[in-house]
């Protein structure tokens, strides 16, 4: 019998994190991912194409299935995942231009990374993204499961004291200039956003 994945109506990353976590539980077998728009299924393809998995798009009626199957001979590509990184957060939006998208995308960032398997060491906050770590923060939650997982979450207390947020840091630990220093040197890899 056929799993069924139905990911209709969820945005971006909802069903590549659906579709990952249902291949994540099994050692082989097959699904279909249901979705309702052209990106979602490119992100699905792209996916089971990443992970050496076997796949197939059927359109029907305006909804994309995408059969996946996962056998032993799958074989996932090589990660990082023994290396070191270390993600620099610099403001509360991710990209330049709209600040509305920015607030989206940096919220859809931190939630895809919370349910990623590689993880950073360490998440450094510094000047405006120090506010992602405090009261009203709409990532936190993800924060919060990100330092779960094990990631160290530093936010500078310099910029935590600019912006009057020293007593709303809600996840994570006040840090300073010369450890993030530290830290980002010491890194195998860091990611600035």
């Known amino acids: 019998m056929t799993n069924i994945i139905d990911c209709k109506g969820l945005k971006c ?4 994190i659906n579709t990952k976590k249902h291949f994540d539980s099994i050692n082989e077998g097959q699904a279909t991912v249901i979705v309702d ?3 979602s299924k490119n992100n699905i393809s792209k996916f089971a194409e990443s992970n050496g998995f076997k796949y197939k798009v059927e359109e029907k009626e305006g909804l994309y299935y995408i059969d996946i199957t996962k056998d032993s001979c799958s074989c996932k590509p090589m990660n990082f995942d023994d290396k070191n990184f270390v993600i620099v957060v610099s403001s509360d939006k ?4 709209d600040d509305k998208l920015g607030t989206i995308l940096i919220k859809s960032y931190f939630y895809a990374l919370s349910e990623s398997d590689n993880l950073p060491s360490e998440i450094l906050f510094l000047n405006g993204g120090v506010k992602l770590t405090t009261e009203g923060s709409d990532c936190i939650e993800s924060i919060k ?3 779960e997982k094990g990631v160290n979450i530093l936010s500078c207390g310099t910029c935590l004291d600019f912006y009057g ?3 709303k840091l ?7 200039m ?5 830290k980002m040197n010491s890194a195998d890899n860091t ?3």
Do not use: W
Not at 170 to 176: A, Q, R, T, W, Y
Not at 178 to 182: A, H
């Open 178 to 182: 010369y450890t993030i220093v530290e």
């Open 145 to 147: 499961v990100l330092k």
């Open 13 to 16: 990353p909802q069903p590549v």
């Open 94 to 97: 991710l990209g330049i231009g």
């Open 37 to 39: 728009n052209e990106v």
């Open 170 to 176: 809600l996840v994570g630990e006040i840090s300073n």
């Open 165 to 167: 947020l020293k007593e």
């Open 191 to 193: 990611i600035k956003l």
